[in-house]
């Protein structure tokens, strides 16, 4: 059930399935979580490949071919975290059919001339409580996922196919006003640093071993060197 797991400063991190572990979990005030989407999504990003200098100021390299989302092929079910006081889901609008009436939120990650010019210029997300509609922009979105795993904006890397942003997460946790976080889909763990920021507890759960080992690393980082939590300059936003 629980694969393995690390305590890290106020940080529970933990290797398994994330609907046998939760049973076995103690308090938690919120879930915030970047969940599957149930969209199969292709993370073959070689398909993608540009040395286009006219969309992209420098090379981005051939892209990568990354393992599928585990669970991305099936439609997400909601509702197991729905009965927690304060939710936040990303990917809202592909399962918005099975979702109460919330507070809606968009990250738009583009810079707006490029808008409607390659995939998604925004994605959706689901708060629970109120009835509007909050965005987020970050228009560097791509370039700050790179920097923030490998301290480049030129890095091809990401940690994770589907890592969002720190600033985003810190964005949903400030949402939230619970002590302590749950984010059972925890990918590389952005969640886990935007709590360390915050100086929320956290608890996350991955059932990718690989996955789960970077999240352990970013979150130890940002522990124990929160100096190192790179910020970009304007002149390095692609
Ligand atoms: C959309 S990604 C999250 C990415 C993350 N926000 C980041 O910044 O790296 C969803 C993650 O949930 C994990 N996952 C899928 N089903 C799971 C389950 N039943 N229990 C735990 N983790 C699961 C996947 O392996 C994937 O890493």
Same mark, same amino acid.
């Given at each position: 059930?629980?694969?393995?797991?690390?305590?890290?400063?106020?940080?529970?991190?933990?290797?398994?399935?994330?609907?046998?572990?939760?049973?076995?979990?103690?308090?938690?005030?919120?879930?915030?979580?970047?969940?599957?989407?149930?969209?199969?999504?292709?993370?073959?990003?070689?398909?993608?490949?540009?040395?286009?200098?006219?969309?992209?100021?420098?090379?981005?390299?051939?892209?990568?071919?990354?393992?599928?989302?585990?669970?991305?092929?099936?439609?997400?079910?909601?509702?197991?975290?729905?009965?927690?006081? $304060?939710?936040?889901?990303?990917?809202?609008?592909?399962?918005?059919?099975?979702?109460?009436?919330?507070?809606?939120?968009?990250?738009?990650?583009?810079?707006?001339?490029?808008?409607?010019?390659?995939?998604?210029?925004?994605?959706?997300?689901?708060?629970?409580?109120?009835?509007?509609?909050?965005?987020?922009?970050?228009?560097?979105?791509?370039?700050?996922?790179?920097? $923030?795993?490998?301290?480049?904006?030129?890095?091809?890397?990401?940690?994770?196919?589907?890592?969002?942003?720190?600033?985003?997460?810190?964005?949903?946790?400030?949402?939230?006003?619970?002590?302590?976080?749950?984010?059972?889909?925890?990918?590389?763990?952005?969640?886990?640093?935007?709590?360390?920021?915050?100086?929320?507890?956290?608890?996350?759960? $991955?059932?990718? $071993?690989?996955?789960?080992?970077?999240?352990?690393?970013?979150?130890?980082?940002?522990?124990?060197?929160?100096?190192?939590?790179?910020?970009?300059?304007?002149?390095?936003?692609?």
């Amino acid at each position: 059930m629980i694969r393995r797991e690390a305590t890290i400063g106020n940080c529970r991190l933990i290797l398994g399935n994330c609907t046998e572990v939760l049973p076995t979990l103690g308090k938690i005030d919120a879930v915030v979580t970047d969940n599957p989407y149930g969209m199969g999504y292709d993370t073959d990003s070689t398909r993608f490949s540009s040395k286009d200098q006219t969309l992209y100021k420098r090379p981005i390299g051939a892209g990568r071919s990354d393992r599928a989302i585990h669970g991305d092929n099936q439609p997400f079910d909601p509702s197991t975290w729905l009965t927690f006081p $304060e939710v936040i889901l990303w990917g809202a609008n592909h399962f918005s059919q099975r979702l109460p009436i919330g507070s809606t939120l968009v990250w738009l990650k583009k810079k707006p001339e490029r808008y409607g010019t390659f995939l998604s210029d925004a994605e959706i997300g689901w708060q629970s409580g109120g009835y509007g509609v909050y965005a987020f922009h970050a228009p560097d979105s791509n370039a700050r996922r790179r920097l $923030e795993f490998t301290g480049s904006t030129l890095a091809p890397a990401t940690a994770h196919p589907t890592q969002k942003p720190i600033a985003l997460m810190q964005w949903c946790v400030e949402r939230t006003k619970g002590k302590t976080i749950l984010d059972p889909y925890m990918g590389s763990g952005t969640t886990g640093v935007a709590c360390v920021k915050l100086g929320r507890k956290f608890i996350g759960i $991955e059932i990718d $071993e690989g996955y789960f080992d970077i999240a352990c690393k970013r979150i130890s980082n940002a522990t124990e060197r929160p100096s190192l939590l790179l910020e970009m300059s304007n002149d390095e936003q692609t």
